[in-house]
């Protein structure tokens, strides 16, 4: 794992023939390995499956679900998987904007796991709310007596954000793709060709096609730039609105958006990372891409610490009774395994990539990343649980025990994710081909006379 | 008159930019640039003859129908039942303007994508007789409509400019 390519070996050795050919490679019959891994993943899946099936059976005290302890892990799996779902847009839409030239390895993957992110995100409200036979209720439409849903609610707000990330997120995703798979239908043959002719809606690359695309690309990205940060804060209102000491803050909308991308990137480098050693895409996915992802990762987990040093600051500082035992609670009582677990996971761990060599040193960023997958879950654990654990009065304390039905669904929910995530790997291009060839020298017969291609 | 086709293939971006400028110089205007990826060069010189894409217009209607619509949903129904929730005035526009900012993008980004759909003229159901599967790759093509009896001066200039490959 120590013999990497220069960090610019993509400059001097792929061409652009070479990147369809890496690309196209990826997709086809897989091995057995693949198959087996498959099968492991759908068995856990069903195990889920099994588990969600029982639980509608028996209700939905079968998820452990007391008072005070009503939204547990659910929405706590909820928020860990919408969070996940943003590094994808961040890179694909402001680092676009930014021209971050690096993202382009990336983004398609990181595209992929956050529409995959957000689709596992939006089974929990159907999980969480028990019947979810009722699930259209959340739609905004009157019911018999013409009473519409209060749009005061922040639960309302939720609806609205998660369903357009979701439908921006896949729009964007089905945009970028419709070029690559262009290039899969000209090299494709039989049945094949025929599928990829029409997911391609006929793309030939001619100058009226990407005058429209390229306008319209980047006002998606425009669009959706501002949708990232704002649909993790809508998240946040549906505590920070509530009055539970710990949760009505104003703190809560920037820390969730940072924590978010914080652990979206850190699903990114689990994701990517083997499958740079599996499809050897070192000339692609290079040491500088590791840094430039490494680096996000540690400034977010530097201004998440800022945001933990402030919650327990102002919980001191304002004075209230109710706050200061809230965080006492958190950090002494039955949960606080799961607080100071939470700093060593997000403060602590990823201070070890203020080494540079580490910031390419792929076994210690692949463990940095698990890291800081489970120490944001346990984050939004700390905050929904025992923040519920220990409100106003003694008498509506309570402690919440996970049951193996509700375990097995968040397990279940991580299968859902991968599978999703592995049937993409193998039928569409995982490396956008048309944005890697972006940023590889352009063909010129006359190099001098052109300058170069930055 | 009848009009011919004929495709030029290249391999290089400054070979192609010199052919377009060749071509609309002979006064051959009615050109089609095959290229695998956006390329800005090629991109500022076809696009000096031609307006703005009018993609931007789609998003903003979009949008604006998206921003209308959440305040109007919104102030409208509460309007229905004039009932004080959260000790909140009935219309309250603050909380209102969180989903009249989720409906404007969410609008705003499917009318971009509409226009990407309308006005690039997809889906296209059959390949265009000029298209070449290379073009996907790593060629370049420019496509000449012109005259039949002016075939071999656009095949003459897209050779000089350095095609791979001239044909009709």
Known sequence: ?454 | MATASVLGVFAHVDTTLQAIRDLRAKGFSDLTVYTPIPVEEIEHEVEKVRPLSAVRLFTLVGALTGTATGFFITIWTSLKWELVTGGKAPVSIPPFVIIAFELTILLGGLASALAILILGRLPRLKPSPTYDPRFSVDRFGVAVACPDDRIDAVQAVLSTAGAEEVRR
Not at chain 1, 29 to 41: I, N, Q, R, S, T
Not at chain 1, 69 to 76: L, S, V
Not at chain 1, 117 to 134: D, Y
Not at chain 1, 278 to 283: C, E, G, I, T, V
Request: with cysteine; proline share 5%.
């Open chain 1, 1 to 454: 794992m120590s013999t990497l390519p220069a960090p610019n070996a993509a400059a001097t050795q792929a061409t652009w023939a070479d990147v369809n050919r890496d690309v196209i490679r990826t997709i086809g019959m897989p091995g057995e390995k693949y198959f087996a891994w498959m099968c492991l993943v759908a068995l856990t899946l069903a195990c889920g499956v099994a588990a969600w099936t029982w639980q509608i059976w028996v209700g939905i005290g079968a998820a452990g679900k007391r008072t005070p302890q009503m939204w547990a892990m659910y929405i706590t799996t909820f928020v860990f998987w919408i969070g996940i779902g943003h590094a994808g847009t961040l890179i694909s839409a402001v680092l676009y904007l930014f021209r971050a030239r690096w993202r382009t390895s990336i983004y398609r993957g990181a595209e992929a796991m956050t529409v995959f992110a957000v689709m596992t995100a939006g089974l929990f409200p159907l999980i969480h709310a028990g019947r979810m036979w009722f699930a259209y209720w959340l739609m905004p439409y009157p019911n018999q007596r013409y009473l519409w849903p209060n749009f005061k609610s922040p639960l309302v707000w939720d609806v609205f954000a998660i369903s357009t990330y979701l439908t921006i997120s896949v729009v964007f995703f089905i945009v970028g793709l419709v070029p690559d798979i262009a290039a899969l239908r000209d090299n494709a043959t039989g049945i094949k060709r025929k599928i990829y002719a029409v997911l391609s809606l006929g793309w030939e690359g001619s100058d009226h096609q990407w005058r429209h695309y390229r306008r319209g690309y980047g006002l998606l990205a425009a669009l959706a730039t501002p949708l990232v940060l704002s649909v993790h804060s809508v998240v946040s209102f549906d505590f920070a609105m509530a009055l539970v000491p710990g949760w009505h803050s104003t703190l809560f909308a920037p820390f969730f958006v940072d924590g978010a991308i914080f652990s979206g990137f850190a699903m990114v480098l689990v994701l990517i990372l083997p499958m740079r050693y599996l499809f050897n895409w070192y000339p692609y996915i290079t040491d500088r891409h590791l840094d430039a992802m490494a680096k996000l990762t540690l400034v977010t987990s530097l201004i998440l610490t800022y945001f933990y040093t402030c919650e327990v600051f102002t919980a001191w500082y304002s004075g209230d009774h109710f706050e200061r035992a809230s965080v006492f609670a958190k950090a002494s009582k039955q949960y606080a395994w799961a607080y100071w677990g939470m700093y060593f996971c997000n403060c602590l761990v990823p201070l070890v990539l203020l080494i540079r060599k580490a910031r390419t040193n792929v076994v210690t960023l692949y463990v940095v990343s698990i890291f800081v997958l489970i120490g944001m879950w346990l984050e939004r654990f700390n905050i929904i649980v025992p923040g519920l654990a220990h409100d106003f009065y003694p008498y509506t304390w309570g402690t919440y025990y996970p049951t193996v039905t509700d375990s097995a669904i968040i397990v279940g929910s991580f299968a859902w994710f991968f599978i999703l995530f592995l049937g993409f790997i193998r039928v569409m291009p995982s490396l956008s081909i048309v944005e890697v060839k972006e940023v590889l020298p352009h063909p010129l017969k006359h190099a001098a006379s052109h300058g170069g291609h930055p």
